[in-house]
């Protein structure tokens, strides 16, 4: 089949183009019952909003245009089976990792991973050894986990059952995955990657490669970010001669919706083939697109763009020139509606659009909208001026295992303690700035100076935490 076909969504619309009545869910009916403001925005799309009626194949049993729509993914990233995912890729996550581990298996994981490669952990009961992650001095974020930690990581814990890592991270930073992937598989030790942020790479140069192309065993990624698919909709690709593909399937449909939308299953089969028919010009007009905007960023008098041509050119990060933190910085871009993707307590995220030819996008807008912005920031801080700390929030040892095991976490209680005495305390609380959804601190892991600071640092510039409930009131949950 030619990745310009998209089965799945033509028979949505040749399905809505027989003017059908229901009488089967949801229970808007086509979009008729959708009163009020809202209809306007939403009638279109709920034409699509369809269940698994016939000739809309079924998402967890695929045979016809669902099916074809797979195997048409599969084509595209050259995956042994590829799979639709509605509930984003944290389903995904959760699938790949509850398939691969088993209670109480060791399994070697990226420190810096989402929230939801942990939360696929815990509920495996596995037990968990975190590499830690290199650091940008540049960014001052965490990258990508070394070569020679992975080696020591491996020899210290000979009988792990799998390698979780994350390629890339959220900046759009890549490293030596390949060697990594060959060292982990040459111990018979199978490699899970989250690559959310890399869905696109398989468009080749100059994107980096995609762990898929490396090798991995089960890869997954979130479409939505970078392709034009509707939120939560996400890639699961599966290329493993040691883990269980119908394990896989099984975990899918367990943590799967069993309605699962049928707008975001037609946006993930026309983002696939938008990728698919993505040619060599729209590729060159892309690269000039975004090399002109990334110059044009830079030239504007208080901002500076960092990028480096390893990295995902579709990732660009801002900082400051006059002292102002990254969430500051935030703050005065979206006062001219310039909405980034996320801030940290140094840089400024931007998602570039992945545009076609046929498919311009208004930077010379965004490029106006932030000279003016930039324009007020004399009078955003009434003269004053900072310097942001550098925090290598999982330094210390190249890894490190869980203070107490998720079985006696079970048995012990949780008390709220001042910030400043639970040093050395374990936490009962996962603590995630988000965006990126990073945990900074995890259940089981020992309290150290620098989680403290930086989380205060982050309370002090405004930064959105999720979990640490009591962090308001300065306190903390630690175990017991």
Known sequence: MSQSQMPLLNRLIAHNNNHPLSFHVPGHKNGQLFQGNGRVYYESLLHLDATELTGLDDLHAPEGVIHSAEELL??????????????GSTSGNLAMILATLKENDVVLVQRNSHKSI???????????VYIHPEYDDETMVASGVGLETVKEALKANPHAKALILTYPNYYGMVYNLQEII???????IPVLVDEAHGVHFVAGDPFPPSALELGADIVVQSAHKTLPAMTMGAFLHYNSKVISLSRVSYYLQVLQSSSPSYPIMGSLD????????????DKQYLLNQL??????VNNIEGLKVLWRKNEDP??????????????ELQSLLESQGIYSELADPINVLLVL???KQDSPFPFNVAIERMKQAMFKTGNYLDGARHHPDNFHVFRGDSFSSLAVSYKEMEQMQQVGMSLDIAIGEICAETITPYPPGIPLLLPGERIQQFHISYIKRLLELGAKIQGGAQLINKKIKVLK
């Open 291 to 296: 090399t002109a905007f990334r110059k044009e």
């Open 182 to 188: 060959k060292l982990a598989q040459d111990s018979q």
């Open 314 to 327: 579709l990732k660009l990060v801002l900082q400051s020139t006059d002292g102002l933190s990254g969430y």
């Open 353 to 355: 659009p992945m545009v």
């Open 118 to 128: 942990m939360n696929g952990i815990q509920l495996a009961k596995a037990h968990p």
């Open 74 to 87: 599969s084509e595209l990233y050259g995956a042994g089976k590829s799979f639709f995912l509605v509930n």
């Open 270 to 281: 026309f983002a696939r083939s938008y990728l698919g028919t993505f040619t060599l010009e």
